[in-house]
C-alpha cells in the first residue's frame, strides 16, 4: 500500500459504507501508523485523517447529493465514480461548513450544483488564499454557486432532504436532515468530543445545540467519528447531550481553571458516562487545544 516515499496513494484505504438506505459513507483514516500527504504535520495527515473523516452521499435513482467533497481530489473522484457506477446522473453538493478537510474535493464536482449557506459562501471567499496556499493546497478551491438562508428542501430522487443553518462549531455549519429521522451532521458533533474553531461563540454553540436536539434526530451520522459506528447507522440522539456536556464543562474553565490540568477522560467524564462516546487517544490533543483556546478568551474578556 506504501508507495516509494512511505505515504500511503490517497484514497486507498477509503472504505465505502451504507450506514442507511439511500445513504453512502466514504470513510478514510483512523489507521495507525499510515500518513497519506506527507511526514511533516499538515491539516490532512494529523487532523482529518487521524480523526477519521467521512463524506456522505443520498443516492436514488439516478439522483445523489453528495455531503461535502472530502479531503482530496482522489477521495471526491471515488465519491463521484461510485456514484456514477451506482446509476447517478444528477450530482449536487451539500457543504456542511467552509473547512478545508470538508472542501478539498469541490474541484472534481465543479461542473454541478455546490450548495451552501450563505455564511459559508461568506468565509471561503474571505479563506480562499489561506485554503489555496495550505498543506496541502486547495488550488483551486471551488467556491459554492447554489446558496440559501437558514433551511433549504430538497428532493433526491424521492428522498426528501432538509438543509438547516446550525451556528455549532462553525457559525456556518449545515445539518441535512433525512427521513426517519436520520441527521447528516458534519462537525456540528464528533465523537468523542468537539472540535472548537470559535471559542468566543460556544455559549452561542450551547444554545445552538437545543435548537438541533429539536430537530428530533433518531440517529446520526457525524463527519468525524467511528466508522464501525457508522456501519452500524449512526449514533443516537445522546450524542448531542454528550457534546453539550462537554461544551458545558469548557465554559466552567473561566470559573474553574483548574479544570485546565485535567485529561479528556476526566474532563469529559460526564460525556463518556452517555455512553454514546468513545475515548479514542488522538482527541487528547484536540482536547488541549480546545482548552488552550477558551483559555484565552477567559483571560481577555
Known sequence: ???????????????????????????????????????????????????????YAVLDGDEALVYDTHISLAHARIIRDTLDQRGARRIRVVLSHWHDDHVAGNAVFADCEIIANRETAALLAVHRARLEAGDPPICP?????????????????????????????????????????????????????????????????????????????????????????????????ALITATRLYVEQLLRLKAEPELAGQDLRTFAAEAFATGVVTYFEPYEAVHRRNVAAVAVVASNP
Open 1 to 55: 500500500m506504501s508507495s516509494a516515499s512511505g505515504l500511503a496513494p490517497l484514497g486507498s484505504t477509503l472504505r465505502v459504507l451504507e450506514p442507511a438506505p439511500h445513504v453512502l459513507a466514504f470513510y478514510d483514516g483512523r489507521v495507525p501508523g499510515v500518513r497519506l500527504h506527507s511526514a511533516h504535520e499538515n491539516w490532512l495527515d494529523d487532523g482529518a485523517y487521524a480523526l477519521g473523516i467521512a463524506s
Open 141 to 237: 478551491l471551488i467556491l459554492p454557486n447554489v446558496l440559501f438562508e437558514e433551511r433549504l428542501e430538497l428532493t433526491v430522487g424521492s428522498v426528501p432532504v432538509e438543509l438547516f443553518h446550525m451556528d455549532i462549531h462553525s457559525r456556518d455549519g449545515t445539518v441535512a436532515l433525512l427521513p426517519d429521522g436520520l441527521l447528516l451532521a458534519g462537525d456540528t458533533l464528533e465523537d468523542p468530543i468537539t472540535y472548537v474553531d470559535e471559542p468566543d461563540r460556544l455559549a452561542i454553540h450551547l444554545t445552538e445545540l437545543e435548537r438541533l436536539a429539536a430537530l428530533g434526530p433518531r440517529r446520526i451520522l457525524p463527519n468525524h467519528g467511528a466508522p464501525e459506528v457508522i456501519a452500524a447507522g449512526g449514533y443516537g440522539p
